[in-house]
């Protein structure tokens, strides 16, 4: 915890640096090495990372990337997974110093991270495909009940252009989970694929993870989207 802490309060000094800490957090970062993330973020984008800090237990890690980089830095690893587990990207917070847990505030703490899952996402924030099915998931569990018009169209509070961002985003993220198991099976049978190479998506122009080029989603023309609403289903 002390570490992490130190991480997250450093986050000020980076911004004066010139450079940007980012939280990564996924339940496949549980009881990982910091070198093993490190590889992963490598073979994930081509974005210089100054600094990676990492507890091993934990299943959050810190990177620290030049400020110019960070958005690019987010796209890369916007609906990435690690281990089969979504990976969450935000800014890291500088934590207060001195900041003492009195008695009673883990369930306190419990209580208000449970408050902040069961509401709706920030105004301006734009979620990956992601973290809407997570939210779903969250809200369902704690017997929030939506609108048929929520159920039915959940991507209908954003502008339709980041609709098909999100939906090309989601793509991206089931190519890379393929592209990952693929190489997983070819290596066990010991007959390499060159496309899952992890230098083969820069050689080729593909997203960084994918063993395929990745076109755009393509969206229904201006004046006819209303009351269209498209379905994917991949098995």
């Known amino acids: 915890a002390s570490r992490a802490g130190a991480a997250a309060a450093t986050a000020k000094d ?110 301006g924030f734009v979620p990956t495909l992601i973290d809407v099915l997570q939210k779903e998931k969250t809200l369902k569990k704690a017997g929030v009940e939506k609108s048929a018009r929520e159920k039915s169209a959940p991507l209908i509070r954003w502008p339709y252009e980041t609709q098909l961002s999100m939906k090309h985003n989601w793509v991206i993220s089931q190519v890379r989970t ?24 820069k050689r080729h122009g593909a997203p960084a993870g994918c063993g395929c080029l990745v076109d755009p989603a393509i969206g229904t023309p201006d004046g006819h989207t209303l009351g269209y609403r498209n379905k994917c289903e991949f098995t």
């Not at 958005?71 to 690690?82: C, K």
């Not at 500088?94 to 902040?116: D, I, L, V, W």
Request: glycine share 6%.
């Open 14 to 123: 980076d911004q004066e640096s010139g450079c940007t800490r980012l939280f990564l957090s996924s339940k496949g970062f549980a009881q990982t090495p910091q070198e093993e993330v490190e590889k992963w973020l490598a073979e994930l984008t081509d974005v210089e990372i100054r600094s990676v800090c990492k507890h091993k237990p934990c299943p959050y890690a810190f990177a620290t990337v030049a400020a110019g980089d960070a958005e690019r830095f987010r796209d890369a690893l916007s609906g990435a997974a690690f281990v089969s587990e979504p990976v969450g990207v935000r800014e890291a917070h500088e934590r207060k110093p001195n900041t003492k847990r009195q008695q009673g505030a883990g369930e306190a703490e419990m209580s208000a991270n449970k408050r902040r899952k069961t509401q709706d996402f920030k105004e």
């Open 178 to 201: 393929l592209t990952k198991k693929a190489k997983a099976r070819a290596e066990e049978h010991g007959a390499p694929v060159p496309w899952t190479a992890p230098d083969w998506p």
